[in-house]
């Protein structure tokens, strides 16, 4: 019997090594998905302080870090690269250890022997207990051409996914800066309100004082009530509106709350790009519309796979012993096969039918999101056009509106106009106020979807441009 000892060479280190790293720390997945999020020289991000100051681009910056839904896009990615990684490794080996162990007793020969009182006995000789032990080093190799086009199909799903990481990231953003501009938007509404519940309740006290005298009717004093009841609600929806849009900003940001003062530091530029320009930058680079591409390049991979499964594919098997006991004259053993489909009971078939129809699919898909993302930039860019027309319009129905009313209240000081006047002619310039500030807000939130339109709103993110 030989020495077991001899037979743990160089081979079975190497065999201990490869089971060693198999034990990979993957932990720097997340910082490549972050790479990818911050660009090649993030910028170091302060501790928020809810009570602080926030800019609308402090706010996408955060959202882009701290964001739940974006980093689960990113490990949708680490996923899709591991499918990859697994795809890999068919054209690699696999080397096992299986150590085996088996146990055998025998009985031998039996004898009869008759006794001298006619009974018969039984004998067994030669009865033994055998044992055999073996640890092999098993190595297999499988390689077929369906698996190069997995291959493949598993490296444009990763693109794909590193596509659609960026798009949730585009999604979100827009969100954050609609959150924002909603609170801005309330607490303008607010402010306004504010000032005209002072104004009324100025009103009411007058009214109050002149009824006493006897210069007014108890009717001008129940409307200018009823018209202070009715902008207390207002102002009091516009607080409720921006307390809710403070919340879901929070949310989005991934902080427990934003209590400081919102500062609007943001202008869009005065000069557009065409809408041609906007399609044909859309087209190029907006992130859905690329994950749909590179959809239909793995679809396309998968088919070839498919049908790849007709052609032959090669196993190679290698076993080596580390170890026998007893010794066994054989040291390894090793053999090549291959395996030609003549008939698979309709699997490859319907492997390649499943395959055309998801290629087809896919390519419906593309053509679905290209469509989808023109009437994004369509639809954005009309708006924000429209809004800064209606900006200039507004602008002069304010100044017309103030000229209105203190013409009117003058008036009214004078005697000739009603208090209903008065107070129609107020309610018209609150109004004007209103939708002032309402479509200057909406013209920024136009603009900022026609960055989310184009692929583009990321290039809000500090140390970002296109």
Same mark, same amino acid.
């Given at each position: 019997?030989?020495?077991?000892?001899?037979?743990?060479?160089?081979?079975?280190?190497?065999?201990?090594?490869?089971?060693?790293?198999?034990?990979?720390?993957?932990?720097?997945?997340?910082?490549?998905?972050?790479?990818?999020?911050?660009?090649?020289?993030?910028?170091?991000?302060?501790?928020?302080?809810?009570?602080?100051?926030?800019?609308?681009?402090?706010?996408?910056?955060?959202?882009?870090?701290?964001?739940?839904?974006?980093?689960?896009?990113?490990?949708?990615?680490?996923?899709?690269?591991?499918?990859?990684?697994?795809?890999?490794?068919?054209?690699?080996?696999?080397?096992?250890?299986?150590?085996?162990?088996?146990?055998?007793?025998?009985?031998?020969?039996?004898?009869?022997?008759?006794?001298?009182?006619?009974?018969?006995?039984?004998?067994?000789?030669?009865?033994?207990?055998?044992?055999?032990?073996?640890?092999?080093?098993?190595?297999?190799?499988?390689?077929?051409?369906?698996?190069?086009?997995?291959?493949?199909?598993?490296?444009?799903?990763?693109?794909?996914?590193?596509?659609?990481?960026?798009?949730?990231?585009?999604?979100?953003?827009?969100?954050?800066?609609?959150?924002?501009?909603?609170?801005?938007?309330?607490?303008?509404?607010?402010?306004?309100?504010?000032?005209?519940?002072?104004?009324?309740?100025?009103?009411?006290?007058?009214?109050?004082?002149?009824?006493?005298?006897?210069?007014?009717?108890?009717?001008?004093?129940?409307?200018?009530?009823?018209?202070?009841?009715?902008?207390?609600?207002?102002?009091?929806?516009?607080?409720?509106?921006?307390?809710?849009?403070?919340?879901?900003?929070?949310?989005?940001?991934?902080?427990?709350?934003?209590?400081?003062?919102?500062?609007?530091?943001?202008?869009?530029?005065?000069?557009?790009?065409?809408?041609?320009?906007?399609?044909?930058?859309?087209?190029?680079?907006?992130?859905?519309?690329?994950?749909?591409?590179? !959809? @239909?390049? +793995? $679809?396309?991979?998968?088919?070839?796979? &498919?049908? /790849?499964? %007709?052609?032959?594919?090669?196993?190679? =098997?290698?076993?080596?012993?580390?170890?026998?006991?007893?010794?066994?004259?054989?040291?390894?053993?090793?053999?090549?096969?291959?395996?030609?489909?003549?008939?698979?009971?309709?699997?490859?078939?319907?492997?390649?039918?499943?395959?055309?129809?998801?290629?087809?699919?896919?390519?419906?898909?593309?053509?679905?999101?290209?469509?989808?993302?023109?009437?994004?930039?369509?639809?954005?860019?009309?708006?924000?056009?429209?809004?800064?027309?209606?900006?200039?319009?507004?602008?002069? !129905? @304010?100044? +017309? $509106?103030?000229?209105?009313?203190?013409? &009117?209240? /003058?008036? %009214?000081?004078?005697?000739?106009?009603? =208090?209903?006047?008065?107070?129609?002619?107020?309610?018209?310039?609150?109004?004007?106020?209103?939708?002032?500030?309402?479509?200057?807000?909406?013209?920024?939130?136009?603009?900022?979807?026609?960055?989310?339109?184009?692929?583009?709103?990321?290039?809000?993110?500090?140390?970002?441009?296109?």
């Amino acid at each position: 019997m030989s020495d077991p000892a001899s037979r743990f060479g160089p081979t079975s280190i190497i065999s201990v090594c490869l089971l060693i790293a198999g034990c990979v720390d993957w932990s720097g997945d997340v910082p490549r998905y972050r790479k990818l999020l911050d660009g090649g020289h993030p910028q170091a991000i302060a501790p928020f302080d809810p009570s602080a100051d926030l800019s609308v681009q402090r706010a996408l910056l955060l959202a882009n870090a701290d964001n739940e839904a974006i980093a689960s896009s990113g490990e949708q990615w680490v996923q899709a690269l591991a499918e990859k990684m697994r795809a890999a490794g068919t054209f690699m080996p696999t080397l096992s250890i299986s150590p085996e162990y088996s146990l055998t007793h025998s009985r031998g020969s039996v004898f009869l022997i008759t006794t001298p009182t006619g009974g018969v006995a039984t004998t067994a000789v030669g009865a033994n207990l055998s044992h055999e032990a073996s640890i092999p080093l098993d190595a297999s190799l499988n390689g077929s051409l369906s698996n190069a086009s997995t291959y493949t199909a598993a490296g444009q799903t990763a693109q794909q996914q590193e596509q659609l990481l960026l798009d949730e990231r585009e999604t979100i953003l827009l969100h954050v800066a609609q959150s924002y501009y909603a609170v801005l938007k309330a607490q303008r509404q607010a402010a306004v309100y504010e000032h005209g519940v002072a104004v009324k309740m100025e009103k009411v006290r007058d009214q109050e004082a002149r009824l006493k005298l006897g210069n007014v009717r108890p009717l001008d004093l129940a409307q200018s009530q009823a018209d202070l009841a009715t902008t207390r609600a207002s102002l009091t929806q516009a607080h409720i509106d921006s307390a809710n849009a403070r919340s879901a900003l929070a949310r989005l940001m991934g902080v427990s709350a934003v209590n400081g003062r919102l500062i609007d530091g943001f202008d869009p530029p005065p000069q557009l790009s065409s809408l041609e320009q906007s399609r044909a930058w859309a087209e190029a680079h907006r992130q859905d519309l690329l994950a749909a591409r590179r !959809a @239909v390049e +793995s $679809a396309r991979s998968t088919l070839e796979a &498919a049908i /790849r499964e %007709y052609f032959p594919s090669v196993s190679i =098997n290698f076993s080596y012993f580390l170890y026998n006991d007893p010794a066994n004259a054989v040291d390894w053993v090793g053999g090549i096969s291959a395996n030609v489909p003549i008939f698979s009971a309709l699997s490859i078939e319907a492997d390649i039918r499943r395959g055309w129809s998801a290629y087809r699919q896919s390519e419906l898909a593309q053509s679905q999101t290209l469509r989808q993302v023109i009437d994004d930039v369509n639809e954005n860019y009309e708006s924000l056009q429209g809004s800064r027309d209606k900006v200039v319009d507004l602008t002069v !129905a @304010v100044d +017309s $509106a103030q000229t209105a009313s203190d013409l &009117a209240e /003058r008036a %009214y000081q004078l005697g000739s106009d009603s =208090n209903l006047d008065r107070l129609t002619q107020q309610d018209n310039l609150l109004t004007a106020q209103l939708n002032l500030v309402s479509e200057q807000y909406n013209g920024k939130t136009s603009y900022l979807g026609l960055l989310r339109a184009e692929g583009a709103l990321w290039t809000l993110l500090p140390g970002q441009q296109r």
